[in-house]
């Protein structure tokens, strides 16, 4: 379910409707990010991820976020999604989503929700809210994490910081209102998500 060739960063399309979906998406795409979630509360959120699934599921990971229970996470599958992020670390939707051989990042906060959370057989970790934390917070919990697990920063990450949180430990990142917000056009998304996708890669190069 991970791609691993390619940029770490999932968009978070919080209030994204289903006419716009798929403008948004493809901009997304062509930018370089293929990791997209639509959270559940947002008008319409399985019908955008059925109709993105259905466009550009073999080129990107396309899910939901906001999944708070396991009848989400078979509502989320049966649209078409592969990718189940959650805010909070509930073991229940967890498994729901490892039964269902979806992907699933768990949000977590404390080195008990961490490993709770691959107990229960998280593929990643969703350090959320981020900014709370801060990146000395997430240099903490990687001193005691496996190295192998991945841990994505989630909530005020954008390119002022980014280096800071890649320093930290971060693995990827989720980035919502810094790339898309109700109303923004697909263009505006798009050059967003160029400078943020430009961003990750001169991390990597610093």
């Not at 919080?14 to 509360?41: H, K």
């Not at 490993?115 to 801060?134: E, I, T, V, W």
Request: net charge neutral; with cysteine; glycine share 12%.
């Amino acid at each position: 379910m991970s791609l691993p060739d390619s940029r770490p960063i999932i968009a978070i399309l919080r209030g994204i409707t289903p006419p716009e979906a798929l403008a948004v998406t493809g901009a997304l795409i062509e930018a370089g990010i293929d990791r997209i979630e639509v959270p559940l509360n947002s008008p319409g959120a399985l019908d955008s991820i059925h109709a993105m699934a259905r466009t550009f599921g073999d080129v990107a990971q396309i899910g939901a976020g906001t999944v708070l229970s396991p009848t989400d996470v078979g509502r989320v599958q049966a649209a078409g999604g592969r990718l189940i992020v959650s805010p909070n670390c509930d073991p229940e939707v967890i498994g729901a989503a490892k039964s269902c051989g979806l992907h699933c990042i768990p949000g977590v906060f404390t080195a008990t929700e961490c490993f709770a959370a691959l107990k229960a057989g998280a593929d990643g970790l969703k350090l959320f809210p981020a900014f709370k934390l801060g990146p000395d917070g997430l240099a903490a919990l990687r001193a005691v994490l496996p190295p192998s697990v991945p841990v994505y920063a989630v909530g005020g990450v954008d390119t002022a910081n980014l280096a800071a949180w890649r320093a930290a430990g971060a693995d990827g990142i989720g980035i919502g209102s810094a790339l898309y917000a109700p109303g923004r056009s697909a263009a505006a998304v798009g050059r967003r998500a160029a400078d943020m996708v430009a961003a990750w890669d001169g991390t990597l190069t610093a």
